[in-house]
């Protein structure tokens, strides 16, 4: 299924929230995915770095999100 560029910044930013709520994220964690809400939210960019920190996360979460 393809999505566009606004669809995929909206479901970007349900998980990020659900993340941010999850117990299994750390302090660290839940401080860069409030950081990342703020630049999806902003129709910012991720950087490369962060998208693989976020790709980190998502797996981490996967079972419950």
């Known amino acids: 299924m393809d999505f566009n ?3 995929e910044r ?3 930013q349900n998980f990020v929230r659900r993340a941010i709520d ?3 994220t ?3 964690e839940k401080e860069f995915l409030v950081s990342i809400n703020s ?3 902003g ?3 991720l ?3 962060q ?3 976020l790709d980190k996360i998502k797996k981490k979460c996967r079972n419950v999100l």
């Open 5 to 7: 560029k606004d669809e």
């Open 43 to 45: 129709g910012r960019d």
């Open 10 to 12: 909206v479901l970007l």
């Open 22 to 24: 999850d117990p299994r």
């Open 26 to 28: 750390t302090p660290w």
């Open 39 to 41: 630049n999806i939210a």
């Open 47 to 49: 950087t490369d770095k």
């Open 51 to 53: 998208k693989a920190i």
